[in-house]
């Protein structure tokens, strides 16, 4: 196990009702910016209900609306004007991960002199934010208990990762029944991205034993309840452990220790600065091309853990148990969850930027379970065409 | 699932080498009381290289040594009357769970004006605290990332369990190789402490699948690494997997939202508080004769996952899994771990305080997994005799 520091102050009020907590705020300051992203918490409820508590708690509030899916710099640098301008105490995200990112990234943008970007490109450079308070509407991303954010420039056909200990939220209401109105779409997708974060976890040259078997516990949560929630949108019990099980994927309890890098985020990251796909779609359809493309005498081993411990198959030949894992988990994203299975499928129509896609991704996928050249990246994104 | 807040800010710093952090204690103030038990860490040289890092970062250092097993409230007052006198700004414990809830009790005890004992009987007592740092030397009780102290008075026959967010420890040292010196039955001990506190959280009316998957994950953790560490005393893997998991079955993650009463503490504080036991060995020897006397109908189902996804038993009859499941837990702890297998193995030869024992134990079980009456906890101390 590797050295490792784990600090996540977080104060998660998890379950129905906790929106009232956000009457708190009032002890972080006066002027809250509250951000949020196309208007459905406007139709559920949330929008006025979460209005009223901090209208009650005598807070001024400012509004930045339209934060879009894969959350852009030009939005970011609008919310960092207006907390300058209006000099705001603190930021509260209504929504899902593109949101939480989004205004954390303006949090810190608020107490930085430069641009924006500079934080996404390098989260070293983040010295200070503002407090970030978020309303969870999404079981994906994680970013409600963690110091990352990812942001894009589609202008430039960028999308980078960021992180820093400032970014961590002060405090995340998690309501599992805030979620029951997210589509099948974005359940099925943000199912994938946080099996995606805990595959991330789990697949790492580093063995750690509590971390590996915590991640099949998560797993096999997600397994268990996100078809679940896909069917019976309003199944709290089912949207609850997605909740609370897409938090731990990416916290570090399952990570510190034996993941340092990660490789399919990496790659997917190329797939959405490019095309502007849904990230976890992205995520669903490499993951098992990348798997079948590293599956050698090394890591079969490993794969044959996730296919006894995460799907419950039995045998002593790695490499059948390692296809019969890789295959469980097509089929669980490709036919129980509905995703897409290929990248035509999502509108990702012509090959002509995998190089440069490739270039980058390699670069940030450094480190991970098995090495990927360039060459190795291309060929992912071609069997997964 | 239900509703929960979770909120541990704990900085955890894992690792070979890590206590190079307690120089991070200057932040903190000038005055440090160091709270130990009975100077093994003078034999490792825990002590000496402490006491190097402080002096070097210019804390002036105060000492309270010979914190028992079971720690005493006169060891709490006495902690608690030197930072009063002597204007301590935060108590360093470098020990196991013992020192580490003595110092809990000590950092809430010197701002509280009357005696400490109070803070024990109830913890919404505790209003305020001095900052608590913590270097581990036994993977046990996860007090290094929880608001839990366990504190005696056997003059009184007293053992009672308290708690307050001031006690969460501000940052806590964890280097595996801090518990190479663990002795063979302190190891067995400790690795039955934590198991116990994740079977606690894991046998509870309330089922939610992400605490227990995860909750399966660290017992299957346990009992995969206790018996190495027992072996082969330096082994950094091992005892690095003890040490994280003993941390995170009790720091709330997999117990928040489905566990609200513990049922086989309440007893053991009990047997400590009469005969003065190895807390690890009392809830070894309890835990079967716990679960033989509630199987029924009703809990089968749960022992029967027990078996399956902790042990790997298979099979259908839940009654058969469950004596499977129950029949290994025995097999580990009084064979592979060579934990004495009842209670008059570990001294306790007489009866005649169960019925006192009981009610006082009944009192503290209610609202657990299965509900015990005084009757029923009586027969479970004679089936564990």
Known sequence: MYNFSFHIPTIIHFGKGTITHLEELKDYGKKVLLVY???SIKKNGIYDNAIKILKDAGLEILELSGVEPNPRIQTVREGVRICKEEKIDMVLAIGGGSTIDCAKVIAAGAKYDNDAWDLVLDGSKVNDALPIFDVLTLSATGTEMDPFAVISDLTKNEKWGTGSKYMIPTMS??????TYSVSKKQTAAGTADMMSHTMENYFSMEEADCQKFMAEGLLRTMIKNGPVALNEPDNYEARANLMWAGTNAINGIVGDGCSPAWCIHPMEHELSAFYDITHGEGLAILTPAWMEHILNDDTA??????ARNVWGFEGNDDYELAHKGIDAL??????????PANLRAVGITDDKNFEIMAKKACEGSKGSFAALSEKDIIEIFKAAF
């Open 37 to 39: 992203g196309g208007g």
């Open 301 to 306: 081993p490993k794969f044959a853990d996730f």
């Open 173 to 178: 209401v998690l309501d599992p029944e805030y």
């Open 330 to 339: 097509k089929k669980f994203f490709f036919e129980t969850m509905g995703i």
